[in-house]
């Protein structure tokens, strides 16, 4: 079962949800197809060529201290989306939780990713950590037995005045069908 999203008290909540769902006739090919899709999906740099971002934007993983790294995306880790051309926009995105989990009998495998919408890291200040921006994604990859489900949730709740809910611009559901491309 997902883990609940978590929202702040009193907040008003707006959610979306996008939902790709694929079946594979053969166990051991959908274990197979699985493992692509979550190293699609925890590849940032891969992200570029998906068209979440419309292709007008750059997308890049940053460690804890906001330096680029090119790796699979961890715990702590902060994903930069820049706009290619003109004064779009830019979204910072921490990814908050990074879980695997999976079954005894091999029947069920999930990985979540939970992303919050968030400041440059290094503006970020022990006094600022933790304030501000509310928006939230969880991406959730699922494979149950021989189905494999791409589920992502959005939740914009009341924004900081310095949101531009930047993250509603993004195109997910196109995402969800690129990570479960079969290649």
């Known amino acids: 079962m997902y883990p609940a999203l978590i929202n702040p008290q009193n907040a008003s909540n707006n959610q979306e949800r996008f939902t790709e769902v694929k079946r594979i006739d053969d166990k051991q090919e959908a274990r197979n197809f699985f493992s692509e899709c979550a190293k699609r999906l925890s590849n940032v740099s891969l992200w570029n060529y998906m068209s979440i ?39 910072w995105m921490k990814v908050e939780d990074v879980e695997h989990l999976k079954e005894r009998d091999a029947s069920e495998e999930i990985v979540c990713l939970t992303l919050r919408e968030t400041e440059n890291p290094s503006l970020i200040t022990e006094l600022s950590a933790g304030e501000g921006l509310v928006n939230r994604c969880q ?30 611009q993004l195109r997910w559901e196109n995402f969800a069908k690129q990570i479960l491309l079969k290649l």
């Open 139 to 168: 991406l959730y990859l699922r494979r149950l037995i021989n189905t494999v489900t791409v589920d992502i949730k959005l939740a914009n709740q009341e924004l900081a005045e310095r949101s531009n809910q930047f993250l509603n």
């Open 53 to 91: 971002f419309g292709f007008a934007y750059h997308v890049s993983l940053h460690d804890c201290f906001g330096m680029q790294v090119n790796r699979p995306l961890e715990k702590g880790d902060y994903v930069k989306v820049l706009a290619k051309d003109g004064p779009k926009g830019m979204l």
